[in-house]
């Protein structure tokens, strides 16, 4: 949500009322009488009738939905570059045998921000992959396909909303991806697994230079084992992350759906990263 203090709320039947201020965003969630409707952008529901009081003066947004291509013809005929995003909750490996016996081995990160994977494969071996089409149309979706004009938007949102550039924001993308990417062939069978340990090895310190929340940091380490008594509470941990929710970003999320310790708060991070894609399909 960045520094936009104009928060969309709508009513229990999906239509616009109004805007509010992430202030009275939290206390409609902490009062129950809100609940998230939209992670990116943030959008607040309410769940029955409020006062006027929580509401704040009207403000003309424009926010452009993207919607899942899976017409993969019309797709390689209107673009000339492929851009795809990671819809799991773990990296994805991805290999492509071109035509003179090429082999390219692409590594995306866990994480929303989506990649150019014609930066490091043609195109054409792109398009005949029946390994790409297959993760772009298994269920649940491993790969979404996005225009080159999604793809900047995206970066422009999460710029604006970080406070940074768009430059910024793809540096640390790239910077994420590189400390994975295994730019030789792929190793054989024996190494494999030296490989793989080496390759979560290197997503651990290339996560490091990913800005987190330092509140979201210090609740996972409060939810450590080793507090003893201290400990903090699954039930208190979720209930913190509510009041920050307007705050917390992309990476936040990420960083609490792998470090959150505690199973129930896991899968409450995981929910908000999997919101804004089960609202596109629900539009297809």
């Keep these: 949500m960045g520094k936009d203090n104009n928060i969309p709320v709508l009513d229990s039947n999906n239509k ?14 902490k009062k129950g009488k809100a609940k998230v409707f939209c992670r990116d952008p943030f959008i607040l529901q309410l769940k029955g009738e409020v006062g006027d009081d929580y509401m704040t003066i009207p403000k003309q947004t424009t926010s452009k939905r993207s919607k899942l291509i899976v017409n993969f ?3 390689f005929t209107e673009n000339s570059e492929i851009f795809v995003q990671n819809m799991l909750n773990s990296q994805i490996s991805i290999s492509f045998k071109g035509l003179g016996g090429d082999e ?4 995306i990160p866990k994480t929303r921000r989506p990649y150019n994977l014609t930066n490091e494969v043609p195109i054409e071996v792109i398009k005949t992959s029946p390994d790409f089409r297959k993760l772009v149309t298994r269920s649940p979706q491993a790969l979404r396909t996005i225009t080159e004009d999604e793809y900047i938007e995206y970066y422009e949102r999460i710029a604006d909303r970080n406070n940074t550039t768009f430059d910024y924001e793809l540096g640390k993308a790239l910077k994420l991806k590189s400390g994975l990417q295994n730019k030789e062939e792929m190793p054989s069978d024996r190494l494999q697994r030296q490989r793989a340990s080496e390759l979560e090895d290197a997503m651990e310190k290339a996560e490091k230079a990913i800005e987190i929340n330092p509140t979201v940091v210090g609740l996972c380490h409060k939810a450590s084992r080793d507090q003893g008594p201290m400990r903090i509470k699954a039930g208190d941990f979720v209930e913190e992350l509510e009041m920050l929710l307007p705050e917390l970003s992309l990476e936040d999320w990420e960083y609490i759906s792998t ?12 929910k908000f990263l ?8 629900d539009d297809l």
């Design 274 to 281: 999997d919101d804004l894609t089960s609202e596109e399909d």
């Design 16 to 29: 616009f009322l109004s805007y509010t201020n992430p202030a009275k965003s939290r206390i409609l969630i």
């Design 73 to 75: 013809s019309k797709y």
């Design 259 to 270: 470090k959150g310790v505690y199973k129930s708060v896991k899968n409450f991070a995981n």
């Design 104 to 107: 390219y081995h692409v590594i």
